[in-house]
């Protein structure tokens, strides 16, 4: 029997990162012990009626901004039926059929809510953890010893409400996206919607179907496309190692400039009042395919930001007014939190946090404690909480070191400068990670990054396929530890499960559809551009 079959692990919460975090352990020979506070798996993707405080949750409509290939766990690709902008209950969907296939359901303690994670008293000689646990259909509470914790709850936790002067007086309807669920209710309104980040564009966009909808910006955003060139989702085109090389190559101020030539070309970002003063990769990227319609039709108008609120109306920064509103929708994000931790162990300041590579707070004697999910990423959150989990499964037996303390501090010092020079100040750019580098980090500790290099010299199509191709999660698959032999057919069948769903009516040359061999020239042609921008400049 191994050493580590009866290393308990406690994981708190059941979502994107929860699931994951449970099938690493298993992997690894531990036993973990999943506590999920609702009565159903899926955290943040699991609709429900009712609002719940402290319970993030989608609205009705909500469809995920990450493809279906780039937000799948690296060793189970999501069904080739699936649309690839899945609406949430296909997001679900897919976190059943992933519990149900590697048998995690029954490591969860559903309706348990975790109070408190505090060292156990032997901590300094075991690196174990106390944990006070509430039957929430018992009401009894249980104190646990586990030898390592995940915290698996992500960044959508209190609700991050403004004081507006006024706002006290005002007597229409006031609501955060947290507890906005759908547009009943809101026929024939008036209505207000502060931030134009993911969930206000996405709030906008259908309250302004049945209402007139202001839309208040304090900075104004740059707004990406699901469907980008050629049909092909936005992260299947963008998310390549061949951009990420170019990225490299060039100054940051030419990428960003090179992205709004080409998101103007969609539509005029200052014409429809949503140009910020900003780059487009300064900035968390706000995806959505409707808004420019709603506020080409009138149903959507775009506003700076709030000056005050009256009675019955509201003012903005520029003086102008919005008079008889009867609602206002706070699209203000979130301040994230891990209540039942004790500051010691974790301190979160103004949405900041330290986290050496945002999972291991950096103090701590033992690696036995580790935050997954709590990133905010230019891609999707499941591959990156999955190699967190992995990282942590290898940390925690002791297969992996972490570096000094001196060395972790060294590195989230160097993040936060290097963040506070891309990115404007905001409370949300606090956490921003970039999918392939954040990824290759990760894989870095672990030992499964690629190595295209030697890959090139034993399977030269696989490495090809590989730089010039969408960088999928079945990548961090294909060597090392935790390798799975289907990586690579999964590779090479992307653009079959991209199609499958899209194919319900036969055309009548299907060589004028096939868009992946010009997305290669696409990008190599781009590569040569940066190379030779880095030669002459």
């Not at 229409?172 to 931030?195: A, C, N």
């Amino acid at each position: 029997m191994s050493a580590f079959s009866n290393k308990r692990i406690a994981i708190i919460g059941s979502g994107a990162s929860g699931l994951p975090a449970i099938k690493c352990c298993l992997d690894e020979g531990l036993v973990p012990v999943c506590f999920e506070r609702t009565e159903e798996l899926g955290g943040l993707w699991r609709f429900t009626e009712d609002a719940r405080e402290g319970q993030a949750c989608v609205a009705r409509s909500t469809v995920i901004n990450t493809s279906k290939e780039m937000m799948c766990y690296s060793d189970f690709p999501i069904p080739k039926e699936y649309p690839n902008y899945m609406h949430n209950t296909y997001v679900l969907k897919y976190f059943h059929l992933y519990a149900d296939n590697f048998g995690l359901k029954k490591y969860i303690k559903f309706n348990h809510e975790v109070i408190s994670v505090n060292k156990a008293d032997d901590y300094k000689a075991s690196g174990r953890w106390a944990l006070k646990v509430k039957n929430l259909q018992t009401r009894e509470v249980t104190s646990q010893t586990f030898d390592g914790v995940m915290l698996c709850t992500g960044h959508h936790a209190e609700k991050n409400i403004p004081k507006f002067p006024g706002i006290e007086e005002f007597k229409g309807k006031v609501v955060h996206t947290h507890d906005y669920k759908d547009q009943r209710g809101y026929e024939g309104k008036r209505v207000v919607v502060i931030g134009v980040g993911n969930s206000g564009g996405d709030a906008a966009v259908e309250l302004g179907r049945v209402a007139k909808v202001f839309l208040s910006t304090r900075r104004g955003t740059w707004v990406f496309n699901r469907v980008f060139q050629n049909g092909l989702p936005l992260d299947i085109v963008i998310t390549r190692r061949t951009s990420e090389t170019m990225r490299n190559l060039v100054p940051l101020s030419w990428t960003n400039n090179s992205a709004a030539k080409l998101l103007n070309e969609r539509f005029d970002h200052a014409l429809y009042g949503l140009k910020p003063n900003h780059g487009v990769f300064q900035q968390h990227a706000t995806v959505n395919d409707e808004l420019p319609n709603r506020i080409i039709c009138g149903a959507v108008t775009v506003k700076p930001d709030i000056r005050r609120f009256t009675e019955n109306g509201v003012e903005f920064v520029d003086g102008s007014v919005g008079n008889n509103i009867d609602a206002v929708v706070l699209a203000t994000g979130y301040i994230f939190g891990f209540p039942y931790c004790e500051p010691s162990v974790i301190k979160v300041e103004n949405n900041r946090v330290d986290l050496y590579k945002y999972v291991f707070p950096p103090d701590l004697e033992h690696p036995t404690l580790a935050v997954l999910g709590c990133f905010q990423p230019l891609g999707a959150i499941m591959p990156i909480s999955e190699t967190q989990a992995r990282w942590y499964a290898k940390a925690v037996k002791g297969e992996v070191k972490l570096p000094s303390k001196d060395l972790m501090w060294r590195d989230i010092h160097m993040k936060r400068e290097a963040m506070a020079r891309r990115y404007v100040t905001s409370q949300r750019h606090t956490i921003q990670v970039d999918f392939i580098p954040y990824m290759d980090e990760l894989a870095e500790q672990i030992g499964c990054k690629p190595n295209l290099a030697k890959i090139f010299f034993r399977d030269p199509k696989l490495a090809w396929e590989m730089y010039t191709g969408p960088c999928t999660p079945y990548q961090y698959r294909v060597s090392g530890p935790g390798a799975w032999e289907g990586a690579r057919d999964a590779i090479f069948t992307v653009m079959d499960r991209l199609a499958y769903p899209l194919a319900t009516r036969k055309v009548p040359d299907e060589s004028q559809t096939n868009t992946g061999n010009f997305m290669k020239v696409f990008v190599i042609v781009l590569l040569a551009v940066a190379i030779l921008y880095q030669l002459l400049f």
